[in-house]
């Protein structure tokens, strides 16, 4: 699954590494250490052939966080939204918590050797409440884990390649035959695990040292 992840990186290099050419506010935005649901994550979505960089709240209706690659053409809600309402969260990291001797949880900080910052596959969707305001949010998709993450959880965000980015985010593709082979784990040859404080688990520290090597 995918609860908590991070996006350390500048603004500026976040922007430059996804090519956001449109973005309102956004050198105001700080590092984030610790980002969990029902929190406002960023978001990249593709507007008029452009990506366009804003905020969406992390969880659909009753808290419904992540949603599973393998269901996404089955059920109705996430079908239509596959077909057109797809985005993308730009992260530099995440969080998984492995079990341990003595049922105890040891949260590890999970990231990729080969590049700086990624993106998590994910989808969108836009509803008005009851007082007419409209509302933003957006679920994470997951996958099953690869060989690397398998020892620590069973799933694991999908991460998209690079070169994948255009391709989702594409509002001309519609086809679940052409889209779902993206959201494939790899096999976690890129990436690196390590400890870090258990205080990552409360979700309102939210600082650098969120992220530092903890020492076991």
């Keep these: 699954m995918c609860g908590r992840f991070t996006l350390s990186a500048e603004w500026g290099l976040v922007r430059d590494w996804f090519f956001i050419e449109l973005a309102e506010q956004m050198e105001k935005i700080a590092p984030r250490y610790n980002i969990g649901p029902g929190q406002n994550v960023l978001a990249v979505i593709a507007h008029d052939g452009k990506r366009r960089a804003g905020f ?3 969880g659909f209706q009753r808290s419904l966080i992540n949603a599973r ?5 089955v059920k109705p809600t996430f079908r239509s939204l596959l077909a057109r309402k797809r985005c993308i969260i730009p992260a530099d990291g995440f969080y998984e918590w492995q079990a341990g001797e003595n049922n105890k949880k040891q949260p590890l900080r ?3 050797t080969d590049r700086p910052l990624f ?3 994910a989808l969108y969707e836009t509803y008005v409440q009851p007082d007419g305001a409209k509302h933003h949010s957006c679920v994470i998709i997951t996958t099953a884990s690869n060989s690397f ?3 620590i959880h069973e799933r694991m965000p999908a991460i998209l390649r690079r070169e994948d980015e255009t391709v989702w985010l594409d509002r001309s593709i519609t086809d679940a035959d052409r889209l779902l082979p993206l959201l494939v784990p790899g096999n976690g040859g890129n990436m690196r695990a390590y400890p870090v404080s258990t205080a990552v688990g409360n979700v309102r520290w939210d600082a ?3 992220i530092e090597p903890a020492t076991l």
């Excluded at 690659?69 to 053409?73: F, I």
């Design 56 to 58: 969406l709240n992390w």
């Design 69 to 73: 690659a393998e269901t996404l053409a």
């Design 110 to 112: 999970i990231t990729l």
């Design 119 to 121: 993106s998590f596959a």
């Design 149 to 151: 993450m398998s020892p």
């Design 208 to 210: 650098p040292e969120c």
